[in-house]
């Protein structure tokens, strides 16, 4: 009775690696070993910030944490996904990551995903425009009143770029805006006069970024350039 109680409790988990050794047959990598171990499934829950949690594989198939020699075992991704966070694997140098990978970097360039009355996208029109004399290539240009919308997808807190009247515009004046979920968070002035400035939004992780300019007359222009998401 006790025999088979303990079978149902411990169960054999077999080719795990652990790479510590060096690996037998040609078909396996170096430096990894496979070892049989006996490690106890007893019904392990998993609770994230109050909400249970079924972790699941890549694939979407359950997968049971474990307990051996003492340490409690958790599937990295489901953990991760539940905090909010991507997970990867690299293969050549057997390395997981949560959150940001080798392949990433803390700050990036993207395109709306819509844009509409006067608000045009620099690299879409393949325009260049000049703010005191010097030339930007990135980001965005309107004139009179217009809007884009980003998908951040709570994957970056700030946003960064340079403001300015585009040479050879008319000198009118307005203002621009940055709503994030719907919720205005920022507004700059914008005139004839002045300077190219540099400014950082906080997006507090949000889903959706809403840039909205609201110019006087259809002649004044202004340019929104070398815009950067930081994560």
Not at 47 to 75: Q, R
Not at 105 to 122: D, F, I, Q
Request: aromatic share 10%.
């Amino acid at each position: 009775m006790k025999k088979t109680m303990m079978n149902n409790i411990f169960k054999r988990f077999a080719a795990l690696a652990l790479c510590t050794g060096m690996v037998t047959g040609t078909a396996l990598a170096a430096n990894t070993v496979y070892k049989n171990i006996r490690v106890q499934y007893c019904g392990i829950k998993l609770v994230v910030n109050g909400a249970p949690v079924t972790p699941k594989d890549a694939n979407g198939s359950t997968v049971e944490p474990f307990i051996y020699n003492g340490t409690t075992y958790l599937p990295v991704r489901a953990v991760g996904n539940a905090l909010g966070q991507d997970v990867s694997w690299n293969g050549n140098t057997k390395t997981v990551y949560i959150g940001m990978n080798e392949s990433d970097t803390a700050a990036k360039k993207l395109k709306p995903y819509e844009t509409n009355g006067n608000m045009h996208v620099l690299e879409d029109s393949g325009r260049t425009i000049y703010m005191m004399s010097k030339q930007y290539t990135q980001g965005l240009y309107c004139n009179y009143t217009g809007a884009a919308l980003y998908n951040i997808d709570g994957l970056y807190k700030s946003l960064e770029m340079d403001i300015g009247h585009i040479d050879g515009a008319d000198k009118y004046s307005g203002t621009l805006s940055f709503y994030v979920d719907g919720e205005l968070v920022d507004t700059y002035s914008l005139s004839g006069e002045m300077q190219t400035e540099h400014i950082k939004v906080d997006l507090n992780k949000g889903l959706q970024l809403k840039i909205v300019t609201d110019i006087s007359t259809p002649w004044g222009s202004y340019g929104l350039a070398n815009i950067t998401f930081n994560k």
